[in-house]
């Protein structure tokens, strides 16, 4: 059973550009959740999605950033026009229905030049 | 309401001592309490986890104490080896459809 898969593992954006960052959770996994984490920081929540459904994005910016968990394929985490401050590691946790664990991939750090 | 509070924020300990982290959150209707484990350039990792019926859990050389009346809880490292060195974070988890909410995270060094 193959953890939760996170691509690319690294990605350079110039900036203005936008940033796809991918999340295929664990097999019968079907609640998705992103965490961005900066150099030397902790773990801020961005969003929350189940199947077809965003439950909440109370952590995510209100501009240039939106999610996604489509019914089939990996849920999207979209940044549009980047800036030098969306450089950070990105990271997607995945669990099963009633939450009773959650689990990590490896992250995607995003470099904005 | 949402916030988990973590200490220290750095912690250095030698070789086959005890490492202890410290984690306090107000929402009571939190009902699962993960401690996850990081290495640099890795995600987390979830290490050991624990419920609000239950006072301690073990699993090998980590330990979790639950104050349920406090409204804290820890993780004990016992034997520490140099190769627990990472980063610690603890989580609280309303499970009836939430998100987990982290603590700020401690770096641990155990010293050879």
């Known amino acids: 059973n193959a953890g939760v898969m996170q691509n690319p593992r690294h990605l350079v954006r110039r900036r203005g550009q936008e940033a796809r960052l991918r999340c295929s959770p664990m097999?019968?996994?079907?609640?998705v959740y992103w965490y961005r984490q900066l150099p030397e920081e902790g773990l801020k929540f961005m969003v929350y999605?189940?199947?077809?459904?965003?439950?909440?994005e109370s952590g995510m910016p209100k501009e240039r950033f939106s999610a996604e968990f489509p019914k089939e394929g990996p849920s999207i985490l979209r940044i549009q026009q980047v800036v030098r401050g969306d450089s950070a590691a990105y990271f997607c946790?995945?669990?099963?229905?009633?939450?009773?664990?959650?689990?990590f991939g490896q992250g995607t750090r995003l470099t904005v030049v | 309401q949402q916030q988990v509070k973590q200490s220290p924020q750095s912690l250095i300990v030698q070789k086959g001592g005890i490492s202890i982290i410290n984690c306090a959150y107000e929402?009571?209707?939190?009902?699962?309490f993960p401690w996850y484990q990081q290495f640099p350039g890795k995600g987390p990792a979830l290490l050991i986890a624990?419920?609000?019926?239950?006072s301690e859990k073990k699993e090998g050389r980590f330990t979790i104490s639950f104050n349920k009346s406090a409204k804290q809880f820890s993780l004990h490292i016992m034997d520490s080896q140099p190769g627990d060195s990472a980063t610690y974070f603890c989580?609280?988890?309303?499970?009836?459809?939430?998100?987990?909410?982290f603590g700020e995270g401690t770096q641990l060094t155990v010293n050879p």
């Open positions: 946790a995945s669990s099963p229905p009633f939450n009773t664990e959650a689990f």
């Open positions: 999605l189940q199947k077809e459904n965003i439950i909440d």
């Open positions: 929402n009571t209707a939190f009902d699962y």
């Open positions: 624990i419920r609000p019926d239950v």
């Open positions: 989580a609280a988890w309303r499970t009836s459809g939430s998100r987990l909410t």
């Open positions: 097999k019968g996994h079907s609640h």
